[in-house]
Structures are given as structure tokens and as C-alpha cells.
């Protein structure tokens, strides 16, 4: 993972997280408006318009410069090709922040979440010096829990019908990480 501040990305072996731009939101809207997607998401609306996405990225930069959270764009490296999204919260008080993220479904199984994952991890640790992590997923989506158990995160408890969505209660899972520096 290499970090730049001053072009605020992250580079990996085959992607570039970088700031979500407003020439992004088509593409954005395109991805979200998926019910696969919403379905297993806290927070997305549905249908996802253009509109929304321009809501959404409206907001990055301010959150960015003001440590609320890092909102970045997951992107080919080679392409630039946009393939979903990866944030980071920043809960200065307690030294910890809450990883959450979405690839489109056209991307699924290319380990892109995966590798979007491990950089923020390392993000949060080397650069923000968090001294915890979490992230947290709908026990229906399975494969959200498996980029966490990758990218070494721990199995931390399962919330019962901790969230009522769709007319159902879902279960939450909880995952965490300590900085193995602190």
C-alpha cells in the first residue's frame, strides 16, 4: 500500500483508491441501483439515481479534510475502471474507525474488495494510527464476512435481528482488528 497525501490515493498491486469525483456519480448510480447491492447494505437507498450519488460524493472532501471519514473510489489501477467504493469512519475519541464497502456486482469475485480492504486497514494503522478496526456485515451476505476474515480481521459477536430491513429482522456480524503496533 502506498499512500499520497497530497493526491490523497492509495495504490495497491492492481488498483488506485482515490477521491470520488462528481464525474463519477453516472457510474456510481449505475452500480448502487442494484437491489443485490441494497439488499446488504445499511445505508444505500434504492432505487439509487443520480441524484443520490451526487448527494454522496458531494460530501467527500469535506469529510476527508476534516478527519470525519475517508470516502475513495476503487479503481483499476491500469483502466481506471470504477468498481465500487471502500470508507473508513474516524472515531478519533476512541482511536478506532469502521471499514465499509460495496464492488459492483459486475466485479464480484476478483478480489477487488479484498484488496481495497487490506490497503485501508493499513491505511487506518500506518497512517491514521488508529488502535482499532471494525467492520460489520448482514449475516445473509456471506461473502462480505469472508474479505474481513482475509484480510485477518476477527470474529467478534453476531448481533440477532439487530437490523429490520425489507419487512425481515437481519443479523449483524461484527469483525475486528487491534494495530498489531500499539
Keep these: ?39 446488504s447494505t ?5 432505487p439509487y439515481t443520480l441524484e443520490c450519488a451526487l448527494s454522496w460524493i458531494s460530501t467527500h472532501q469535506q469529510n476527508f479534510e476534516e478527519n470525519r471519514s ?10 481506471g475502471q470504477l468498481y465500487g467504493a471502500i470508507g473508513l469512519s474516524n472515531q478519533s475519541q476512541h482511536q478506532r ?4 464497502y460495496w464492488i459492483g ?4 469475485g476478483n478480489g477487488y474488495g479484498t484488496e481495497a480492504a487490506q490497503a485501508m486497514i493499513e491505511f487506518a494503522f500506518q497512517v491514521k494510527q488508529y488502535h482499532r478496526i471494525y467492520a460489520r456485515y448482514f449475516q445473509s451476505n456471506p461473502a462480505s464476512g469472508k474479505i474481513m476474515e482475509k484480510c485477518g480481521m476477527h470474529y467478534e459477536g453476531t448481533l440477532k435481528d439487530h437490523i429490520y430491513k425489507n419487512g425481515t429482522f437481519e443479523d449483524i456480524v461484527f469483525y475486528g482488528l487491534l494495530n498489531p503496533s500499539h
Aim: proline share 5%.
Design 42 to 46: 445499511l445505508s444505500l437507498p434504492y
Design 97 to 100: 474507525g469502521e471499514i465499509a
Design 105 to 108: 456486482e459486475p466485479y464480484w
Design 70 to 79: 475517508y470516502e475513495f473510489a476503487v479503481t483499476d489501477k491500469q483502466s
Design 1 to 39: 500500500m502506498i499512500y499520497s497525501p497530497t493526491e490523497k490515493t492509495i495504490e495497491t498491486t492492481r488498483l488506485i483508491l482515490r477521491l470520488f469525483t462528481q464525474a463519477d456519480a453516472q457510474e456510481v448510480s449505475v452500480l448502487c441501483n442494484n437491489y443485490a447491492i441494497y439488499k
